[in-house]
């Protein structure tokens, strides 16, 4: 054997050799020779960690050499034998169990005794290996298959989960060696885990049915290591290291059953011992660990950093008895339950309760966020919102299961018995909820302000940041999560009692300072009582308290803080609470006024100017900015009627004032652009529902103008950047914003009154000039306003359609576009062009300057979009741009095909037929996956539009060359359709497929070209296999019936040439049920040459149906045509037809 040097190849080679050794006998001593060479390579180790690494990849045979080639090299001293080593060994030995076990028990051999294999091995051996047997059940490289998995699984549970716990518990109570100890509460906890995910726990779950694992819980309450396990977790001497095994062991113990109050099978008793123990954990560092204060916990110090580990052991620990176990027992402790242990129920969820609230209100993000999940869990619990599912249930789960007993479960199961099972536990659901609350509800009035103190920033939240204890990020994390629970918890508590809670907080923490006027309080009591009412305020009635409107008013009184991330805070939760009470506003209108005002020009132009430092304030500085904004933008948009009617025609001053405000935030170059161009939306909607045009039309050529002013300055100082995805300059986004800012507009008048020019294209005309300038010398450059530039005009023209046509800028739009694409190519322009003609089509009969601006941009998209495909036909080496750029050259082709006259119009521009053919030779070589599908799907759209045009009755007013030219051209568009369909089938949903291609695929199956309907016949079968059995009887059937109930017997022949090519991929069920019925139909058709095809299509179906359609249904057919019919040729297909199938059946 030559000896490769590489590791990967040198295994290879090995794997290779051991199978020689076993297969060929003759060459035994050669392959001996070198796999004793290979015990000396100085790169045997690697190799050998390898082989034993990769069990699913390795032969069982190999992987036994390998493993005892390591232990021959440690026996020798030629390695150290450590951990790495013993895991390497166990694991081979446990794969080596598990795959012969399941050989032996396929073959129906019986199977080794997993026990007596290891009885030999020492202590640390025999863990090793029991440590290991879980993990390789539960991988899915040892076994491929979920249905094997499961299976193995099974067994083991069965056979041995009780003699490993009895096993490792004796060897715990025999040992004083502490790495024994820990190892077998290490295996104690992994087989527990295992004892999950026998099919029956698996089954139950499902079901969503509440059960206790029988095969372990009576054992585990009697085993002297859980016992030891619960008294380690709990005592202040154990180290950190041991406690977190001890906490893994209990949270599989809390997993191993959902049956909480099952006192027959030790449920009941494990669950609440297991409390108990939570409880004497939580109670010693309850009193270590201070909650409420006002500083953020850190773990400086060896003490500090063992006291919060241990704590989060704890909460952990308590967040996982909360989601399946803690409301159960707050059921049993209702006073309306009775309960020979009540008490005893009583005092540990009373305790528990008691710790999940001190922990809440501990100052350390980790801590307190596991505590509040034991809260969210107690209200899913509460709700019925709880789940039993398991996530690991899905590695018993696959394809592979389908039929399967487990798949019957799975499917059967889950959906029939979960769904019975769920409605019936929300029937007891409501009745636990009614027997609960009480004694729950004071305890969420406990929760909720203790999270509103929570929920407090640090007051110096900047120099809080710099602190080891505290991070912004998890904190906003875990406001969020307090926000979500104080929410639900409405569910149990009043959302008014939370309401007027936050009131008091407010009037508690607010006074008025005399000299200034203004309202001073510590900003993170405030921003707190602000974030929580916008989770409550949902759930409450509205206009039923005085506390929102108080804070509405409160805000323009407020000492705001003037730096840092406190300044942004407090000015961010001013905009949440307006953004929310946008529609109360609108009804205010002195005060809607006056917060419009005071965030105009107190709030918003502060923002900016805030000085602040690191990544995480710069995402705040961001968000208050747009915070704000949409709070003004929210409120115009829902105020604006009241705006107009009692503020714009009522008191002209104080609408000039409000104008001039907002114009001034969007003219503010500090301030984020897109947080300005939210302001400049807010303006038209207002602006929209102004009384008359002319006043429309006015404010916003005044508004205009002001966005315009900036113009100038930007465009003098503009160089263009290398790359077109540099964002764009500010003031010519603005611009572009306040173009098509009204939405909307309002239009009282008849049809005889109406002006003639709609406001918005008004103002565009005006602007007309500035903005052929601003394109051609800025926008072209950059993407971001290309975008926004064809999306203004979208809006614009979508809001005139009635009128555009009338406009100057009607025509020149499209041909600045033109002159844009040609200098900038980008899809947008073509997407705009798209717009155009959907919106404009129907006028390409009467406008003819339209009709010729179409074909001139079609032909500009076309120069571009074929230089791209010849470059390369298969499409696969274009960038997502550039594919992008092709598929909408196709989609704006066939919109304008489907309006513009292609023989008088179209044919002589000349790019027609060109790019037709270009798009077949595309579709050849294209394959179809994620990058080419847009385009191939556009390329056959713009070919089904001009097949469309081509169909007949013929092409009339066309020379004949023309003429043949197209429909021989059209021939190879339907053949190249119907090529690409099976393919486009497999890459497009079966919902997108059947409502976009189907209907033109079994159009084709009457095409007037006999070639095309034998391949449209021949292309069912491709779809049937792509799309499925079911998919094909439900959508190519009807077809076919129907075909063969038309008129035109060619059609009907049809109908059975497409029998044929179904039945080649149906199974024999669906062609007798489905295909059958066909042809038996047509047995006394009219025409002959239909009943002779008859005949034909019976023969070839014979092979692909029961054989008792044969004898029943297809014989008697043919015997009858055979004998009976009038027509000579009948007579002799049906005849020859039966003595082919007699001469199969004798052959």
Known sequence: MTVPNDPRQLGEAIVQQVNLLHTSPEAAKSVTAALEEFQHHPRALETIRLLLSNPSGTPIQAEHYAAHTLATKIQLKAVPAGNAVLRQLSQATADYLLLSNQQLKSNGQQTADLMEAITSLPPMGKLAILSQLPDELMSTKLFLHAVDRGAVTDDMVTKYCSKVLSLVDEMSSNTKDASVTGECIVVFRKWIKLARFSSKA??????????????????????????????AFHSSSTPVSVMEQCAFVLSECLSVTTDTTDKDSGSFE?????????????????????????????????YDWELIQRSKLMCRLLSEFGLTHFFPLVVLASPSVEHPEKERIKAVVTAILQLALHFVRVRHVELAGTALE???????????????????????????????????SRSLMALLGAREQRIAERVLQHQNQEMTLPFLEPWFKELVPALLIAICCPADIEKADQDEGFEIEPFVDFRESCAQVISDSCSIVDPEWIIEQIGETLSQCCQTDQASGLVRAPWQRVEACIYVLTAVAPKAVAGQDEVIPGLLRLLPKLDYPREGLP????????????????????????????????????????????STSGGASRDILKLSQKVCTDAVKTVLMASRMMLVQSVATKDRQQWEHLVQGLASVCLLQTLDIDARISIVTGIGS???????????????????????????????????????????????????????????????YSADDEPSTHPLLANLEEYWSTVQQVVMSVVIYHQDLSQQLCVAFGHIFAYTRDVAPQSAVFIPTLQLVSEAFRAAPLSCWMQLVRTFVALFGELTRVHTELVNTLCDLSATFVAHSSSLQQSNMSLTALTTDESKMVAETYLVLGEVLRFVDLVHVVLPAGWLLPTTKLAIACLEAAPIDAQTQPAIAAMLHFLERLVTWTDPPPIIHAAEDTERVCRENCQLVRMAILQQTPKLATTLSAKTFTTELLAT???????????????????????????????????IIPHLQELSKNSNYLYRMTALMGVVSMANVLDEKACAEFLMPLPRSLVQDSVANVRFNVAKTLKSITSRVPRRTVQHEILPILQKLAQRDTDEDVRFFSANALEDLRNAKTA
Not at 209 to 229: G, Q
Not at 283 to 302: V, Y
Not at 691 to 706: G, H, K, M, N, Y
């Open 686 to 748: 207002v602006f929209a529902v102004l009384p008359d045009w002319e006043q429309i039309t006015a404010s916003l050529e005044d508004f205009c103008r002001l966005t315009a002013e900036p113009l100038s300055k930007s465009l003098q100082d503009y160089r263009p950047p290398h790359n077109n995805m540099v964002s764009g300059p500010p003031a010519v986004k603005l611009f572009i914003a306040s173009l098509s800012c009204c939405g909307h507009i309002r239009n009282d």
């Open 270 to 302: 494990m669950v609440l011992a297991i409390a108990e123990a939570i409880v004497m954990l939580g109670r010693q560092l309850s009193e270590a660990i201070p909650a409420g204060t006002d500083s953020f916990i850190s773990e400086t110090t060896k």
């Open 1001 to 1035: 695929v079994m159009r084709w199956l009457c095409d007037p070209v006999y070639s095309v309907r034998v391949a449209a016949t021949e292309n069912l079968a491709n779809l049937s296999v792509a799309m499925g059995t079911s998919w094909a009887v439900e959508n």
């Open 202 to 231: 698996r089954n139950r779950r499902s079901m969503g049915d509440r059960a206790a694992n029988e095969l372990v819980l009576p054992a585990i309450l009697n085993l002297s290591i859980f016992r030891n396990v619960l008294v």
């Open 374 to 408: 034991f809260w969210y869990s107690a209200l899913s619990g509460f709700l019925g919102a709880s789940s039993l599912e398991d996530e690991e249930d899905d590695l018993f789960f696959d394809a592979s299961t389908q039929g399967t007993a487990e798949g019957s």
């Open 567 to 610: 300044a942004l805070l407090l000015r961010t939760g001013a905009g949440r609470i307006v953004l929310y009470t946008s529609c109360y506003l609108a009804e205010q209108k002195e005060l809607c006024v006056t917060l419009l005002n005071f965030f105009c020009e107190t709030i918003i132009p502060v923002l900016p100017t805030v």
